[in-house]
């Protein structure tokens, strides 16, 4: 199954923190899980009230493929925003007690977003879930679920997502992971192919480039959650 | 999670009325004070962020005397707020639309005695406000006048900066259109707070950079939305053109023909683009079963009633 996604704007941040937040050019195989899911109604997360969302165990495997249709008009802007945080260190430590626990230091960074974003996935899953998909989609499932799927932001929100037919998969730069001695390529990125939330130094991150395909090449196919996770 | 049924979602995209603007302050080029802008098909536009429509929300729900948790200061040296007390979306009109998010451990703790939850999503997602028309690099002039020592003021004195001060300010003639939407299932639990939320959207003011020095005026002039059971808009959410218009309304049809696209009972369209439509236009949406009205403000009523169903409207303070 091919879905076709299209939001005006969209941002997926790699791990980041400082005055600058780029935006990698697509969202990582973990990002584009969590989208199927939620789109499927099934829950991802432990427990939504825990300082750390924790992901479950339990969930379904899927192959995915990600790329970006030829005809993507897609551009980066920066924008810049007013960033509420923790500080590092004692500034602003009397202000506090005015915010109950909530962020109470503001710093202005700058933020890249990716305009009129085009998406194109391909799922490999059983037809129970992919018929969840879809009926997720189309408002028919009688499940409990929340909000609504976004770009990377949850102000992001996507104007389209379409089932397409296998015959009219546009012709796209499918992100492949690189091997070792992999000669140098154009577009390169890191994407996060798996999140530990409770121990970070066990999120798994592997470097993409694309391949421009007809359809997605045999290693742009990834199994989430990885048979390690 | 709430209940389990399959319930609706309301995608609304709003234009604005034109006029000149200077939003922006956060930056500035040496002494050019700039308008934040996007890069779309290769011309710029300026851009509003949702959270500084947020925050005209927020102060438009105070003075609908919803109970608010978090209100701004004016007297630190930076953009500063202040909370009441925790977070708590059962009791703050603000705190449930809007989230929050405590991350300080000690006050996790805190919250978890007292039965709040330190983080949730705000339910109100609204995207950034683009300009219709393209920026077309006006900047405006202004000189920032020296406060002079003087024998009056000798005893009460202060001063910024130490000499008389040249401004450009970037400026730019436009009106801006944003999409927001709401989950019903998201927001059934509070009915009478959504209602006065889309009462607020429909008098939005104050949308403001630039310290709040320019007036410009939010409010909707044309309004295209979606009630659907579908989890995406399925058309272009910045969908008004530079003229007013919305040329996907021509995806409408009715709902029991084989080559209906989108189904026209799903959508509600007010205003300017109303008021301006010709006869034949609005017959044929009529015939599509699209809710029509020449008053942004009667749209947002009947879309809170039918998503919210029978709530009794808020009282302004």
Same mark, same amino acid.
């Given at each position: 199954m091919f879905l076709l996604l299209k939001a005006p704007f969209a941002s997926f941040r790699p791990f980041q923190s400082g005055s600058y937040r780029s935006t990698t050019p697509v969202p990582s195989p973990s990002a584009v899980y969590g989208i199927l899911l939620n789109l499927a109604g099934i829950?991802?997360?432990?427990?939504?009230?825990?300082p750390i969302t924790l992901i479950r165990d339990d969930l379904p495997e899927m192959e995915i493929a990600i790329g970006i249709p030829n005809d993507s008009h897609s551009e980066t802007s920066i924008l810049s925003q007013q960033l509420h945080n923790y500080p590092v260190?004692?500034?602003?430590?009397?202000?506090a007690k005015k915010t109950y626990?909530?962020?109470?230091w503001i710093a202005p960074v700058r933020r890249e977003v990716l305009v009129e974003f085009s998406l194109i996935i391909g799922v490999k899953a059983g037809q129970e879930l992919c018929d969840r998909i879809i009926k997720g989609l189309n408002g028919e499932l009688d499940e409990p679920r929340y909000g609504l799927a976004f770009a990377?932001?949850?102000?992001?929100?996507?104007?389209e997502i379409k089932v397409i037919p296998d015959k009219n998969i546009p012709f796209a730069k499918w992100y492949c992971p690189i091997k070792d001695n992999t000669p140098p390529s154009r577009g390169i990125c890191r994407l996060t192919?798996?999140?530990?939330?409770?121990?970070?130094?066990n999120t798994k991150i592997q470097v993409f480039a694309p391949l421009f395909s007809n359809s997605p090449p045999e290693n742009a196919w990834l199994n989430l959650p990885p048979s390690n996770a | 999670m709430t209940e389990s049924k399959t319930n609706l979602n309301l995608f609304v995209c709003v234009l604005t009325y034109p006029a000149p603007t200077?939003?922006?302050?956060? %930056?500035?080029?040496e002494n050019r004070t700039i308008l934040q802008k996007i890069i779309k098909q290769g011309q710029k536009y300026a851009v509003i962020s949702p959270e500084s429509m947020r925050n005209a929300l927020r102060e438009t729900l105070i003075l609908l005397n919803q109970p608010n948790n978090r209100t701004r200061i004016?007297?630190?040296?930076?953009l500063a707020v202040e909370f009441k %007390?925790?977070?708590?979306a059962q009791k703050y009109a603000d705190d449930f639309l809007f989230g929050y998010m405590v991350a300080q451990t000690n006050d996790v703790k805190k919250m978890r005695e007292l039965n709040l939850s330190p983080k949730r999503d705000s339910i109100f997602r609204c995207n950034l406000a683009v300009a219709l028309s393209p920026y077309k690099y006006d900047a405006i002039f202004h000189q920032s006048p020296l406060n002079a020592k003087t024998k009056n003021n000798e005893k009460t004195y202060w001063k910024n900066a130490s000499t008389s001060a040249l401004l450009h300010r970037e400026v730019t003639h436009t009106a801006f259109q944003y999409p927001f939407a709401l989950s019903q299932r998201d927001c059934l639990e509070k009915p009478e707070w959504i209602r006065a939320l889309l009462q607020a959207i429909a008098q939005l003011?104050?949308?403001?950079?630039g310290h709040a020095r320019a007036y410009y005026e939010f409010a909707p002039r044309s309004v295209v939305a979606r009630l659907t059971p579908k989890l995406v808009a399925g058309y272009k959410t910045y969908g008004f053109e530079e003229d007013g218009s919305f040329p996907e309304l021509n995806r409408l049809g009715k709902r029991d023909l084989d080559d209906c696209d989108l189904p026209g009972d799903e959508f509600w369209i007010g205003g300017e683009i109303v008021r301006q439509m010709d006869e034949n236009e609005l017959l044929n949406l009529t015939e599509a079963g699209v809710h029509l009205f020449k008053n942004p403000d009667q749209l947002f009523d009947a879309i809170a009633d039918e998503f919210l169903g029978g709530v009794k409207n808020v009282s302004a303070a």
């Open positions: 829950e991802q997360r432990t427990a939504t009230d825990q260190g004692a500034s602003g430590k009397e202000l626990g909530n962020k109470y990377g932001d949850n102000n992001f929100l996507f104007d192919t798996w999140i530990d939330r409770a121990d970070n130094t | 200077g939003n922006y302050r956060g %930056e500035s080029e004016h007297d630190e040296d930076q %007390e925790y977070p708590n003011n104050g949308v403001a950079g």
